[in-house]
């Protein structure tokens, strides 16, 4: 299952913070950011995705996500 999310994550250095916190409470998930996308996007790729449990984390880390279509 793959999972695609636009943020509000602009820096390398704020989607690499983000991205070690996430691999530790998600793991054996494919995680990565593309902050140079207009939509700063969010990929994760594996299993068991709940796409609720994850944007609730990220609102509660102070990030902006939407599911994108």
Partial sequence: MVEVFATNI???SQ?????QKMVELFPGT???FDVD???HILRMEG???????IMQWL????V????LD
């Fill in 47 to 53: 299993k068991n995705i709940c796409v609720t449990e």
């Fill in 10 to 12: 602009n820096s390398k």
């Fill in 30 to 32: 494919h995680i990565n």
């Fill in 15 to 19: 989607a690499d913070q983000v991205r």
């Fill in 37 to 39: 996308d207009c939509d």
């Fill in 59 to 62: 609102q509660c880390q102070g």
């Fill in 64 to 67: 902006v996500v939407r599911v």
